[in-house]
Nanobody, 127 residues
Framework: QLQLVESGGASVQAGGSLRLSCVVS????????ITWFRQPPGKEREAVAT????????YIADSVKGRFTISQDVAKNTVYLHMNTSKPEDTAMYYC????????????????????WGQGTQVTVST
C-alpha cells in the first residue's frame, strides 16, 4: 500500500515562501500522479497542483498559478509544492494524494477521486 507523508508546513507572513514535501513510500507500483490539495477552515478540499510522475508534466490551479509550482525528486521519492508570494487566503491544511493502486490519474482533480492521502501539514499565512 502506498503511503504519503507531508511536511514543511509553517506559519509565514504574507509574501513569504514555503516548500512542502510529500514523501512517497511503501509502493509496489509507481503512482501515475501526485496531487496537492488544500482545505481552508470550513471549506471544501481543493486541488492546487498535480504532477504526472512518468513524464513530469504539471497542472497548476488557476487560484495559485504564477505563485505555486510542483516538482519531484525521483531519487528521494518526494514531491514538492513550492509556495511563493503567499497570501492569507493560502491558509489551509495541505495534503498530498494519489489515486488507487494501478489506477490512472483522475481526469478531473476532485478529492473524491483520490484514494490515498497523507495526514496533512498546516500552512498559516498572516498579514
Amino acid at each position: 500500500q502506498l503511503q504519503l507523508v507531508e511536511s514543511g508546513g509553517a506559519s509565514v507572513q504574507a509574501g513569504g515562501s514555503l516548500r512542502l514535501s510529500c514523501v512517497v513510500s511503501g509502493f509496489t507500483y509507481k503512482s501515475d500522479c501526485i496531487t496537492w490539495f488544500r482545505q481552508p477552515p470550513g471549506k471544501e478540499r481543493e486541488a492546487v497542483a498535480t504532477i504526472y510522475t512518468g513524464d513530469g508534466m504539471t497542472y497548476i490551479a488557476d487560484s495559485v498559478k504564477g505563485r505555486f509550482t510542483i516538482s519531484q525528486d525521483v531519487a528521494k521519492n518526494t514531491v514538492y509544492l513550492h509556495m511563493n508570494t503567499s497570501k492569507p487566503e493560502d491558509t489551509a491544511m495541505y495534503y498530498c494524494a494519489a489515486p488507487s493502486s494501478w489506477h490512472p490519474c483522475p481526469p478531473r482533480p476532485l478529492a473524491s477521486a483520490y484514494a490515498i492521502w497523507g495526514q496533512g501539514t498546516q500552512v498559516t499565512v498572516s498579514t
